[in-house]
């Protein structure tokens, strides 16, 4: 398959100028005052939904030339620069081990399940991630993804194309952090490209095995609710049994239930069309 070149995607702060330039770069803007494209043209960053099983494979395994330290994050991600002449040019690397930092849950393999659910659900949201070494250090190496800005919360959707799609994909988040216990979403792992394309990142914090949800049930998106009520549990536990503990899948198919009791709730007293939007 001929992989196309992305244009540079010029990002104009108060304060730099950002140029991000790579044949599918980068999953982090470094900087998060940027805000405008110079690029008239609606390009997608959505590029790995054809051949996602070839990244994920060379994310995996290429040989990684230098790592450098990205900035920001409280995670301390960093970027990995792969040897030239492959489809892409780094990947996003999180090492974080296991464990409570700063009070919060954190592990790496959370976004490796983040990313294995968004597969089996058919969201097309959240970038190829997969289990990386290097230097002998595991972490989540997650495709760097281009061209992107971050989204701010409460910001003005006037100018995004087409803002009816883009409510769809909030309510897609919102219904897929319910059931992953996402409690970390921010404008800091929000991403969306020229074409209005909602880009999910920073699932570190998810998956808990709490038997409580993150937020309220309000509004889902109606198609990607119905792919979670069908789930089998084997099929569940196929996709993440390598990334989650049995309680962290447990906790899944309990939020599954209590998502399944407030829906229930909600549309004897709404009706369905006000719960479940297509």
Do not use: C
């Not at 990244?55 to 040989?63: G, M, Q, S, V, Y």
């Not at 536990?237 to 390598?242: G, P, Y």
């Amino acid at each position: 398959m001929a992989r196309r070149r992305i244009r540079p995607f010029i990002q104009v702060g108060a304060t730099a100028l950002l140029i991000i330039s790579a044949t599918r770069a980068p999953l982090l803007a470094q900087n998060p005052a940027v805000v405008t494209a110079s690029n008239a043209t609606a390009e997608t960053a959505k590029t790995w939904v054809d051949d996602r099983a070839v990244l994920e494979e060379f994310i995996r395994t290429a040989r990684v030339e230098r790592v450098q330290e990205i900035g920001m994050g409280v995670t301390n991600p960093k970027r990995a620069y792969f040897a030239p002449g492959g489809p892409i040019a780094s990947a996003s690397w999180k090492p974080i081990r296991p464990g409570r930092y700063s009070g919060h849950w954190e592990n790496y393999k959370s976004e490796i399940a983040a990313y294995e659910l968004d597969k089996l659900l058919g969201m097309n949201m959240v970038p190829p991630t997969v289990e990386r070494t290097i230097d002998g250090e595991a972490g989540a190496a997650t495709l760097w993804v281009a061209p992107v800005r971050m989204f701010k919360m409460g910001e003005n959707t006037r100018n995004i194309p087409n803002p009816g799609n883009w409510d769809r994909q909030v309510r897609k988040m919102k219904t897929f952090d319910l059931f992953i216990h996402n409690p970390d979403r921010n404008a800091g792992n929000l991403l969306i490209d020229p074409a209005g394309n909602l880009i999910l990142i920073d699932h570190s914090r998810a998956f808990e095995s709490w038997k409580r949800l993150v937020s309220k049930v309000e509004r889902l998106d109606r198609d990607l609710w119905k792919a979670i009520d069908a789930l089998t549990p084997e099929a569940v536990t196929a996709a993440v049994q390598k990334w989650l503990t049995a309680g962290e899948i447990r906790g899944l198919l309990d939020r599954r239930e209590l998502m399944r009791a407030e829906i229930a709730k909600l549309v004897a007293a709404k009706g369905e069309a006000a719960v479940l939007i297509p």
